[in-house]
């Protein structure tokens, strides 16, 4: 129906109807308009319906979608439906039902639950449900148990006594449906609007191939970071002509429309707030005109991980007058009322500022996060505002580079050659103005392209003159397996020193951090578990461990956080990372950061295991830390009589570790931890969130419980004693879990962990015979690193290169390599061996020729002297023969004479 129906439909409703409202004609209108649009709906569908304009939602989707029909976007289709702020939601569909619009959620009943079928990581956590809230939110558990008084903060510091939700806010105030306005274009109904599109990439409809184009497209040039994104599943929450709670009867009209687009892959999420009016910012409860709803506190817009962890207000928007500004601000897509956001493990803005004062509070992002220090790799950037006109500068480190306007909230740089590794500070100026808005880079050190950092090439420890390093670790409920063999049973709760090592050669502090075990089915299990780990070695940056919440270790199973932020290890050129005096990585077949190695300049080391949610952490000390170390671990000393040290150096009056009621009273509990500086403890190293301290974990009236072998509750009928033997065997470390907790898995594991220390100890930590590190040569490699006795090297070349010289070589009993019949192994180039062996075999043919051509020739010219000699003899002895010979003779006889002799000589 055109608008001249419209306004034809409405002056006769006045007419007739004198008593209705202008308000209630134009909604009648609306209903008319509907029925005359669903009297042939199908027609509809067929002839000229648009998906992204109608009113009326698409058909459901086939189960079997043919490929013959599948649907064709055209670019110019494309950029038409991208011109759009909001997102399609409908009010009717072909059964003439209410489409997308919540018709149950109303004052009286403000949220509704709703079943997503996918998982939704957000925040660290995964969800597979939501729930839509009247209030301006999506949440994923129970609300507040109250509307709290503003202004509103999160995480909830009263958790877990109080609600702590996880929720999706794009204006998370009190409010109600109102109507629509005098004017609007937009006639769907007041309400909130809810649609789930599950399953694009294999969608062939219309409205499915529309949809994940559209979005595919508006998250990769919005968010920084997400060129290959592709949508698998979206949530499209609107809030239509909402008003605000509280307000006088003619404030129905002052109303807010905005909407939140939820969109993932499963391990990507992104959200999408659209404002399209924004008429209101306060309920009257937070402080608003109960007509304008202007003034007090205004709405809070963020997110919040819940649980009491950690939150993300959108500053300078959220719960400030500025909240205004948000349907001309954002900038995503080129937009104004447009802002992206990725939410999945932390909230990473992708929307432009063009307020100075937020740049502490956001800060810049960019993407690649990392790159090689050889540089040439193009960063793009979000945070300040751009605009063509003005100068982009980018500093890497101290390497100043112009960067490239590309859009309101994305300028491109060129990495510059950085002269250092690990992270670093990437700022950006405007104009001349301050390096304000900075983020932290980190710089790979490693080059494939470069021999000299090539494996092979670094210098590596050899084990010569080893001496193995001394080994403590934590585990279980929780058991300690101190440096000098000595084990026994401590439930603390709180912060306590694991080990600290405080004189002029040797600084460090290894703390721990120990928690309630679960409730069991009896209630509480009176028992503590390790939680998290933090160190520092003399001015190292200090490094944490903790242990992620059950619900939030669908992806990694630990977090890291070094100098109180975050680091993660899931791509190839960050499973090392190098900071200030420590290096933190995990092994390279480790996905999801359960084991996590911290190593110290000094050579310490700590080693966090997780499995199962049982956390296992081990500590390992050169030998320049004997009769240096104190806490829990005991002093290194190689004698166990003095391992429970007290914080003044004295020592502990009782001895009998299996006593665990005087060993928790007088030695462990003397080692906890604060965050006031103590000079034989230190201070706490943990990075203490939501206005927290270490406080928050102390408990200086937990009880646990004090038996080695723990009595069983006398009505628990699924297991016996007998049957924890059976399990624990001769451990009381597994006994006194499974009995305390009454769950097998915390005996097995500590079990587990408990052999694994000893193994570790007897096998891995002994004196080791080495032949030291054997040199590879140039463009050459070898088939093993190790070093030690019975090792057998061979040793081969690169591609174009022969090897010459010795190819095996032996590690003998005695500490030694194999001498080297045919001299050291070096790889030389193919085109040098040859012609250097052509030389050779020349040089041998000379040798040989040469000698025997001159014995010829010497042997020729004897032969010729002695023939010359005989040849003068010969005519010596005619004319002596003539002389001789009488003149009678005749001239026949003197012929055959001649004859004769000649032939006597032959």
């Known amino acids: 129906m055109g608008r001249i129906h419209k306004l034809i439909a409405a002056t006769l409703c006045l007419l007739c109807f004198k008593s209705f409202t202008v308000d209630k004609c134009v909604a009648e209108a609306q209903d008319i308009e509907l029925e005359a649009e669903s009297v042939d709906v199908e027609k509809l569908y067929e002839n000229d319906y648009d998906p992204m304009k109608s009113r009326i939602a698409p058909k459901a989707v086939p189960a079997r979608q043919v490929a013959s029909q599948s649907y064709y976007i055209s670019p110019q289709r494309l950029e038409q439906i991208r011109a759009e702020l909001l997102y399609p939601y409908f009010d009717t569909d072909q059964f003439r039902g209410s489409g ?19 998982l939704l990581p957000f925040f660290g956590f995964g969800f597979n449900y939501t729930i839509i809230s009247l209030h301006g939110h999506l949440s994923f558990s129970d609300g507040m148990d109250y509307f709290p008084a503003p202004p509103l903060k999160f995480p909830n510091i009263n958790w877990p006594k109080e609600n702590d939700p996880s929720f999706i806010a794009p204006f998370y105030s009190r409010c ?27 969608r062939m409809d219309q409205f499915g191939v529309e949809l994940r184009e559209r979005l595919k497209w508006d998250i990769r040039e919005a968010m920084i970071g997400a060129e290959s994104f592709i949508p698998k599943h979206t949530i499209i929450a609107t809030w239509k002509n909402v008003t605000f709670a509280g307000g006088l009867p003619q404030a129905i009209k002052t109303t807010n429309t905005f909407q939140a687009v939820i969109t993932t892959d499963e391990v990507r999420t ?18 608003g005109d109960t007509l304008t709803g202007q003034g007090g506190v205004p709405a809070f817009v963020g997110f919040n991980a819940g649980n009491g962890t950690r939150a993300f207000q959108y500053i300078p928007y959220s719960q400030d007058m500025r909240i205004r500004d948000l349907p001309w601000k954002g900038w995503a897509n080129d937009k104004p009322g447009r802002h992206v956001f990725r939410i999945d493990e932390k909230v990473y803005s992708g929307n432009c500022f063009d307020d100075e004062s937020v740049y502490k509070s956001a800060p810049l992002i960019f993407a690649p996060e990392s790159a090689n220090m050889m540089g040439g790799i193009l960063v793009n950037v979000t945070g300040p505002c751009f605009t063509p006109d003005k100068r982009i500068m980018c500093r890497f480190d101290t390497q100043e580079v112009v960067g490239r306007y590309v859009g309101p909230n994305r300028a491109v740089c060129v990495m510059p050659r950085v ?10 100026s405007i104009d001349g103005g301050q390096y304000a808005w900075k983020g932290r880079f980190y710089v790979d050190a490693s080059s494939d392209g470069c021999a000299y950092y090539r494996f092979e090439r670094r210098a590596s420890q050899d084990c010569v003159g080893y001496q193995p390093p001394g080994a403590a670790a934590v585990f279980g409920d929780p058991h300690f397996f101190t440096f000098d063999n000595l084990t026994y049973t401590f439930n603390g709760k709180g912060e306590y020193v694991l080990v600290r090592s ?53 992806r990694y199973r630990l977090d890291v956080i070094v100098d109180y932020q975050p680091v993660y290890f899931d791509s190839h050129n960050r ?40 956390m296992s952490a081990r500590v390992y000390l050169p030998i320049t830390f004997v009769n240096h170390t104190r806490g829990l671990f005991g002093n290194w000393s190689f004698e166990h009589n003095d391992d429970l040290m007290l914080p003044d150096a004295s020592f502990s009056v009782m001895t009998d570790v299996n006593n665990l009621e005087l060993l928790h009273d007088n030695f462990g509990m003397l080692w906890n931890v604060d965050d006031k500086y103590h000079p034989d403890k230190g201070r706490s190293l943990f990075f203490h969130e939501n206005d927290r301290s270490s406080n928050f974990y102390y408990d200086a009236t937990f009880r646990p419980v004090f038996f080695s072998k723990p009595p069983l509750p006398i009505n628990i009928t699924s297991f016996n004693s007998t049957d924890i033997e059976q399990t624990c065997g001769t451990s009381y470390q597994c006994y006194y879990d499974y009995a305390v907790t009454l769950n097998r898995q915390y005996g097995t594991y500590a079990k587990y962990y408990f052999d694994d220390i000893v193994n570790i100890r007897s096998k891995n930590l002994r004196t080791v015979i080495s032949c030291g590190n054997l040199p590879v040569p140039q463009n050459g490699r070898k088939s093993s690193f190790e070093f030690t006795v019975g090792t057998i090297v061979k040793i081969d070349c690169d591609p174009g290169y022969v090897l010459v010289g010795e190819d095996r070589r032996y590690c003998w009993p005695n500490g030694e390599w194999s001498w080297t019949s045919f001299g050291a192994a070096e790889c030389v180039p193919e085109g040098y061996y040859y012609s250097n062996q052509a030389g050779i075999i020349a040089g041998i043919i000379l040798a040989v020729i040469v000698p025997m051509c001159l014995i010829c020739g010497w042997f020729i010219c004897c032969v010729r002297k002695e023939n010359n000699k005989r040849s003068l003899k010969l005519n010596d002895r005619k004319s002596k023969i003539s002389r001789a010979t009488a003149p009678t003779l005749t001239r026949e006889t003197r012929k055959n004479s001649i004859s004769s002799s000649d032939s006597a000589i032959l």
């Open 502 to 554: 405080d004189d002029e050669r040797h600084k460090i502090d290894i703390q721990g951090r120990f928690e309630a075990v679960e409730e069991n089915m009896y209630g509480s299990a009176r028992a503590t578990v390790l939680t998290a780990v933090a160190a520092k070695e003399n001015s190292s940056v200090p490094v944490e461990v903790r242990i992620r919440q059950p619900y939030a270790q669908w």
């Open 176 to 202: 109600k449906i109102g109507t629509i306005g005098e004017g609007e274009s937009d006639l769907k109904e007041s309400g909130v609007y809810f649609r789930l599109e599950r399953d694009l990439p294999g």
């Open 419 to 428: 002269y250092a590794a690990g992270y670093i500070d990437l700022a950006i």
């Open 270 to 287: 992104f959200a999408m707030f659209n404002y399209g009016y924004m008429g209101w910012t306060t309920h009257t409860e937070a402080g």
């Open 575 to 614: 499973r090392v990372q190098n900071f200030k005096g420590v290096t933190v990585y995990t092994p390279a077949n480790i996905l999801n950061q359960s084991h996590v190695i911290i190593m110290f300049s000094s050579g310490a080391g700590v080693e966090i295991v997780e499995n199962q949610r049982h």
């Open 100 to 118: 997308d619009l919540q018709t149950n959620i109303n004052s009286n009943n403000a949220q509704l639950h709703k079943n997503l079928g996918f």
